[in-house]
């Protein structure tokens, strides 16, 4: 039974989308704008970037690849400074007090403004994951808080009166009742760090990346190829917030769906 | 003899802008295998905007550049403000002019301009200042409108504004595209100007003198190839902006790719960078001192 | 040997809004080491509040609790505490339930004495469910054994067997009577049930209304296994019932 | 006593922020970059650009003005558009199966890449609304979904038992018990939001807002200015979050807080 | 007149994992309209499944359960429902929990009446408490504040007054039965408490484990009120507790 939903709701998946397609290339063909490309169009450019290349060389893969490892490890250290600093936020009112004045203050600093200092104060890569992770970060730390703050007071009462300290109390009962928000904050920093990949690949250097293949062909005014840009992306993180979504899926099935 | 080869070849960071066709003689002489020849391996860096490849440049990412003569002056003056061993040094010039004012059809005419919105790539640019003079010189009352150079053509075919000033290859591609002019060339508003230039930073000319004079040197050669060989340097450049033909050689008509500095242009356009407040750590008097250290054609 | 908890002069107080409630007043109370207490009272007149304060989870406003001498800390004493509400993490089947209370005390071979518990209260069968699937008194009976489990050296329980229906109930009173009596356990028992206190206790606690202190402490001084129609029993039961219906008519 | 200990984390809070900027202020000298400014000089900046105003002769408060009520209009739009949608995506797996396709690739696509299409789709300040948007909704949406799936299946039980029809039950039982992390989304959303502004600024046009100011003076290389910006940005989020919370307090004051 | 809620040939199971696990089989129940009538069994038989399916809440998986002759939904009939767990909004205070029933069923007057039922249950004084802040007891007298208020045509409760003491109990007992008999409310009431069926009720249906059906329904000819001392109300009670006797040793 649950095979035979899990089959339908792709099946609605895949519909929604193809109309979706539809009707971008009905409204791109009406409007009909040098600048507007057609789905048609925006194909003929993957056929084209995936084998040829862009004006540089590089193909499609290379772009997806870089990209990918940028994001893939600010992601990596987004999650193992927001969760711990998080977790220690919301059960810590004196962290919060620290903290939360330079969170609160440097969460709504956009990524493009950090391009200089990033320049000046790292790297290399160090500079990619530093921007990616000025995205990723916060919504996993905000998203943790929420989650330790519906901790129930009776589970942490009941572990206290086992005699569990701090930590085992935050690594048995806190850290997994928060886990359903904490992987949502994962979800949303995954979105938020692949957002912000063309303003982390605007600081330029390496010519590869799909911001970077965005930005040239935008500056060629080529809308084709950013537009191309622009799905892949799209499609790049469907499939990293699928492998988020399976885990949560063998994480959650302790819970009740509620259903109105 | 290729193992020996490759092991005394000297590694240089060399910066340039995504595309750009102003730069043109960068790309003939990866084409041509010049740096090769000459024992030298780059390391091709490119950036989307003049203003953020100086940022790295200062920052120390590079050797060379070819980049737009206000960043590098932007650059220089920032660099000298602190404690900097990559201070930009002007070797050569890469182009005069290229830039172009394009208006939609109606607007023939000087006079036209009167009352119109007119795009810029932002306040500071050559682009910026050759409008101002231009708009100063000829009393028109004219409205600026700073955007990002890709939406340029869009905001004009849109009908939101009325025209804009562009390096090449953008005005062409709005031409080409879309029902646009070109009104005016940057040779009308102030010929001979100095546009991009190649620099070298402090660093590399106090360590590797030579490969300065080898880096002008191909340079040089580079844009001989160019004026001598125009439609072998149009298959170039086609092959690396992704431009098609037409608008190549619409482009190509108003660029001047020539190594010899305007220095006139650069001073005018420092003092007017000064006037508009975009550069604040020198006054108008420091402006000879400030150039004679900026330009150094001694090499190549 | 002085007793093992003793309270004196306790009071606590909650700020709900702007005004004080004030839920247990100038209590005094004292167990012996090894004894099986009994505590009923009126609802909401502070039982749980008072069990609170026994393992640590509330600090009293005034007046003190000691254990051996000492504030309560679950670090130093052995707690096993059945609360009144649903305290299973729904994250975790009932085996992991059941290992959890070990694990937080260090305790080794946790899954094999996890089993043994579990089958003690009638679940065999049901380690792999999830709280969601199983009912109410199954629930409170997984709690139970995870409080038992760990061997706890005090044991306190805020109605326990409130959600059993009247066969198992009285089976678990069993199983508690012969853990207590085998293993000398001390053991605060809060319930509503004054026949279920009179059946296990040795010494029932009658508690007045809120704000809350002890009216009387009845000895039940007949041995185990009692019989409920016997007329000590009978008189027993009858006489807290008629302290508690004083509490209640002047509520 | 609890007025006491808010009194005493905001002196913490504060204690916190001039240690940043003591530490800031070392670590600046000492480096003595000409693109790494001190708070002196970043206060220097603030005095003329508030004074005298910038290089197109728009004074600081025009900028926060300007950009303020684009991300207003933009946050509005996003909460009406978010918090239904999600309500109704978490509630109804059917609507789920067809939006989260469409969603899901979307979320993902860089606001910078969007400029371009805005720019054809949209006219006036309907760009910068929809350029915001696309960072503010995706943060609501999910979170409003992660919301609705903590809601007990008790609750919902005992509503439907007293007759309350679909509607009934997601205005009395699921709203507000995915309130708290609604709001969490909106705090989240508020902060990408703001990281958008930058690249929503940069579509051009309009000289004025945050963004271009940060923009103008980075391509001047002009770094103290920027750091302004960024200051300003860190602080008018600040507030706003302020805003939230103190709504969040009236809010959730039945919320029983955790500490470990 | 055909009774007003009829199960035939009632079955239940749920997919836990991977196994099915059957809860109710083939059970088959009448309640006449007006009727007070107790439900016993077992722990984890099936009682509250079989609750949920008497009012919509869950779907047979066969058979059928059919009130005035139709399935059972909560829009078209009026339910008072009382859950075994806690089902307070943790977000609203007393006060506006109860009241939040009376809208839900569009009743005007919502606060007037709310604060009658709030003082039925003796909690007045509390109407802006939060849940959080009261006790297991007082929490529950909330919810069958709610389910009274509504003036329900069927009352269903799961075990309301198991947290509850002794004294609170029996006042709430004689607060139903006058509810009942002066309102003529059809009303299944579970419960663990065999003495407490046998005082209430008229008709007593004792089910049998798990997968359960009704193993017999007893009716009770005493009226009330009844003495708990009778040697009517003891050989009931007596015969009942023997019947789950039979059900928990064979479990
Ligand atoms: N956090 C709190 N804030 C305000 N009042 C509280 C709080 N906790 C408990 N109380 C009050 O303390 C009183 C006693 O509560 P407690 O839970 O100890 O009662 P109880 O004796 O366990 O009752 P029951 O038998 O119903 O479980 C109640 O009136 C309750 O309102
Ligand atoms: N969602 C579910 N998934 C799997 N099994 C379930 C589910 N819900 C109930 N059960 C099973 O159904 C059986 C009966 O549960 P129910 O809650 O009806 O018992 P009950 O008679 O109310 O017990 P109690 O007196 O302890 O409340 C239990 O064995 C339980 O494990
Ligand atoms: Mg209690
Ligand atoms: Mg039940």
């Avoid at chain 2, 030579?210 to 001598?228: L, P, W």
């Amino acid at each position: 039974m649950p095979k035979l939903d899990r089959f339908r709701s792709t099946l609605i998946g895949v519909a929604s989308l193809a109309t979706f397609v539809i009707i971008w290339q009905v409204v791109t063909m009406v409007a009909n704008s040098p600048f507007l490309p057609t789905p048609v169009q925006v194909f003929e450019a993957f056929i084209k970037i995936s084998t040829i290349g862009d004006i540089d060389g590089y193909t499609l893969w290379w772009h997806i690849g870089f990209s990918l490892y940028r994001v893939l490890l600010g992601f990596a250290v987004a999650i193992v400074t927001a969760v711990p600093l998080g977790i220690l936020m919301g059960v810590k009112p004196v962290v919060k007090s620290v903290a939360s004045p330079v969170t609160e203050i440097v969460r709504f600093i956009p990524p493009i403004a950090w391009i200089p200092l990033s320049i000046i104060l790292f790297s290399g890569i160090n500079r990619y994951i530093f921007l990616l992770w000025i995205g990723i970060f916060f919504p996993i730390l905000l998203d943790t808080i929420a989650g330790v703050k519906r901790t129930s007071e009776t589970q942490v009462n009941m572990a206290k009166t086992f005699g569990a300290d701090n930590k085992a109390i935050i690594k048995k009962i806190i850290f997994p009742s928060a886990l359903p928000e904490i992987m949502n904050g994962l979800r949303v920093g995954l979105g938020v760090g692949w957002m912000c990949i063309v303003a982390a690949e605007m600081m330029g250097g390496e010519p590869v990346g799909l911001g970077r293949l965005i930005l040239k062909y935008a500056n060629l005014l080529q809308i084709d190829v950013v537009v191309l840009g622009m799905v892949v992306i799209g499609l790049v993180g469907l499939a990293m917030n699928y492998l988020i979504l399976s885990v949560e899926r063998r994480l959650f099935k302790w819970r009740v769906e509620i259903k109105a | 003899s290729g193992f020996f080869n490759k092991s005394s070849a000297i590694e240089i960071r060399m910066g340039c802008l995504d595309n750009d066709l102003h730069q043109l003689a960068l790309h003939v002489a990866i084409a041509n295998d010049y740096f090769e020849q000459n024992g030298i391996n780059i390391k091709l860096l490119s950036y989307d905007s003049g203003p953020r490849l100086m940022q790295s440049f200062v920052a120390g990412d590079l050797d060379f550049a070819y980049v737009g003569a206000p960043p590098a002056i932007n650059g220089r003056a920032a660099a000298l403000s602190g404690t900097n061993s990559n201070v930009p040094v002007i070797v050569a010039s890469v182009n005069l002019e290229g830039s172009s004012l394009v208006t939609r059809s109606g607007i023939s005419s000087i006079s036209d301009l009167n009352n119109t919105i007119i795009g810029t790539p932002g306040t500071g640019t050559i682009q910026d200042i050759l409008l101002s003079n231009f708009i100063r010189n000829n009393s028109l009352t004219v409205t600026k409108s700073p955007a990002s150079i890709s939406t340029l053509p869009i905001l004009l075919s849109n009908g939101e504004i009325d025209g804009f000033i562009a390096w090449e290859p953008v005005p062409s591609v709005a031409v080409n595209r879309s029902a646009a002019q070109v009104l005016l060339t940057s040779h009308d508003l102030m010929p001979n100007h100095q546009c991009c230039v190649l620099v070298a930073s402090s660093k590399i000319i106090a360590a590797d003198p030579d490969t300065v004079t080898k880096i002008v040197q191909i340079h040089k050669n580079a844009t001989d190839y160019i004026n001598s060989n125009a439609a072998s340097a149009k298959v170039i450049a086609a092959d690396y902006t992704a431009l098609s033909q037409p608008v190549i050689d619409i482009a190509f008509s108003h660029v001047e790719y020539n190594y010899t500095l305007n220095v006139d242009s650069i001073k005018t356009f420092l003092l007017q960078m000064i006037q508009l407040g975009t550069v604040t750590s020198i006054n108008a008097s420091q402006v000879d001192s400030f150039i004679d250290a900026f330009i150094d054609t001694s090499y190549g | 040997m002085p007793p093992l908890i003793i309270a004196k002069g306790l009071s606590k107080s909650f700020f709900a809004g702007k005004e004080t409630i004030s839920v247990i007043d100038n209590l005094d109370l004292s167990i012996d080491e090894g004894r099986f207490a009994c505590i009923v009272g009126p609802s909401g007149c502070g039982k749980t509040t008072l069990l609170k304060i026994l393992c640590g989870l509330e600090k009293p406003t005034a007046g003190s609790m000691l254990i051996h001498g000492q504030p309560p800390d679950p670090k130093k004493q052995r707690f096993g505490v059945i609360f009144q509400e649903d305290s299973l993490l729904p994250w975790l089947n009932l085996l992991n339930n059941v290992k959890l209370g070990l694990e937080l005390c260090h305790i080794d071979n946790a899954e094999e004495i996890a089993i043994k518990y579990i089958d003690l209260v009638g679940l065999e069968g049901f380690e792999k469910y999830f709280p969601h699937q199983i009912s109410g008194g199954m629930k409170k009976r997984v709690a139970i054994a995870r409080a038992l489990a760990v061997d706890p050296e005090i044991i306190l329980m805020d109605e326990p067997f409130a959600d059993l229906d009247a066969q198992t109930r009285s089976m678990m009173q069993k199983e508690l009577l012969s853990i207590w009596s085998k293993l000398n356990k001390t053991i605060a028992f809060i319930t509503h049930n004054v026949d279920e206190a009179v059946f296990i206790g040795q010494s029932v606690y009658v508690l007045t209304k809120r704000p809350t202190k002890v009216k009387a402490t009845v000895s039940i001084d007949i041995d185990h296994p009692r019989s409920r129609l016997s007329p000590p029993f009978i008189s027993y039961r009858e006489k807290i019932l008629g302290m508690l219906q004083e509490e209640i008519t002047s509520l």
